[in-house]
C-alpha cells in the first residue's frame, strides 16, 4: 500500500476522519497504530527489524541517560554496542549479496573455483531511512543534545511515522516532536493546504515522473541499440524523472502531515536552479546532507586522529593543500558512506566518489576562480549565471548516469558513446516517437516541465500556495480543480506502468 495506490487514499481518509473527532490526547496513539498497520501491510515480516531497531535504540538512550559523569566508559559502550547492531542490520539486509558477490569475483580471478551462494533477504521498507534517523537520535542524547524519550511508544511513532518511511525525509527528534505528539484541532485551512501540497506531488508523480519513465526504461533496456545521442536523452529524462518523482513524493509526505497538522521539514529547495555541485547538494535531499554533514563530516574532520593528521599535513606538504588535506579525506568517507547508503552496488560508490572529486577540485580552484572573476568581472551577469545553472544541471546529468545503468562498464561505455557514435539524427528523424512516448507525450512532458520551472520560479519571493489564496474564489477554483482534473486525465495509469513505485523506496 504505497502513495499512489487507491488503498492509500482509502487509508487516509479513514484516518483524518477518526484523527479529527477523538478526544483530546488519542490523536498520537492512533498515529502509531496507522503507522503500524501501514508498515504490516507492506510485509508482516517487516515488523520485527523496525521492532529490533525501536526497542535496542529506546533502551540505550535510557542507559546512557542514566550514567553519571563518571561512567563516561559505559556510556560509551551502551552508544557503540546499540549503533553496531543497528548498523549490523542495516549492512546484512542490504549489502550481503553485494559482498558475497564481490567475494566470488575474487575468487575467480585468482582461479578458484568455489563460490558462495548467494541470500534470499527481503529488504525492509525505508528500513535506510528509518535507521539514519533513529541514529540521528542516539546521537543526539549521546552528545547530551536532547533529552532521551522516557514513553517508549512516543519514540515508536518517532520511529515509525509512516508518511515519511518511504523515501524520508529523515527528521530529527527535537524537530519533529514538536508537533507530533500534540493534540491538533481541526483547521480547514492547513487541511486545504497539506491537500493541496499532496496534490502538486501526484501531479509530478503521476503526470510527469511516470510518463517519462517509460521512454528512460526503454533507452536503457538495450546498450547495443540506445547508445549516443540516446544517452544524452536518457540522462536528461531521467535527471527530470528523478527529480519530479522523488519531490513528488516528499510533497505528498510534508502535505499528508500537514493535514495532520504535523510539521516536517523540507527537502528540496529549487535543486536545479543551483550554479555549482556544492550548491545543490546545500539543496537536494537537506535532510540527508545534513545528517551525513552532522553524523559523520563534522566527528570525523574534528578528531584526535584527524587533527594530529592535519598538523602532519600542514608540517610536510604545502601549507593550502596540507590544510585543506585532512577536510577533503574526511569528505571523502562522507562520500564514500552516501554512495554505499544508495545502494549496494560499485555503481553508487563510484558515483559518490565522483561527486568528492568534483567537489575537491572545485575546492582546491577556488583561488584562481576569485582571481577571474575580479579581472573579469562577469560573475554578476545573467548570460553567466544562466551558463552556471546549466553547466550545473548537465554535470547533475552525467552523474545520474550511474543510477541509469547496471554495470561500472556498461555506464563509461555508454558515457563515451556520446561523443562517439554520431546519431544526432535521432533528434529529429522521428526515432524518439519509437521509445514508448507519443507526440502526446511530449507536449504534455514539455508543458509539465514549464509549470514546474514557473512555480520554482515564483517561490523564490513567496509560497505559490499563499500566492493562489490571495485570488478570489473563482481564480483558485480554476487551479485546483484543474490540476486534480489534470491528475486524473493525464496520469499514467494501466497496463505496463507500474505507479506504485517511487524511486527512492529501494533505499
Known sequence: MLFTSYEFLGFIATLLLLYYVLPSGYQWPLLLAASYLFY????AEYLFYILVTTITVYFAAWRMEQCTSKQKKRRFQWFLLCLAVNLGILAIMKYTNFIISNINGIFSAF???????????ALPLGISFYTFQAIGYLIDVYRGTIPAEKNIFKFALFISFFPQLIQGPISRFGDLKQSLYKTHSFNGKTVCYGLQRMLWGYFKKLVIADRILVGVSTIISDTHIYHGAYVLVGMVFYTLELYADFTGGIDITIGLAETLGIRIQENFHRPYFSKSLKEYWRRWHISMCAWFRDYLFYPVSTSNLMQKFSKLCRKKLNMTFGKHLPVHLSSFIVWLATGIWHGASWNFIVWGLCNWFVLMVSQELEPFYRRFHKRFSIGKRQWYRLFQVVRTCLLVCCLNLFDCYDSLRDTFHMFVSIFTVRNWNILWNGSLLQIGLTTADYWTLVIGSIVLILVSLIQRREKVRDKIARQSCLVRFVVWYGLFLT???????????????FIYNQF
Open 487 to 501: 491528475v486524473i486525465l493525464m496520469g499514467v495509469y494501466g497496463v505496463g506502468y507500474d505507479k506504485s513505485q
Open 111 to 121: 582461479g578458484r573455483k568455489g563460490r558462495f551462494s548467494f541470500v534470499t533477504l
Open 40 to 43: 504490516f501491510l507492506a510485509g
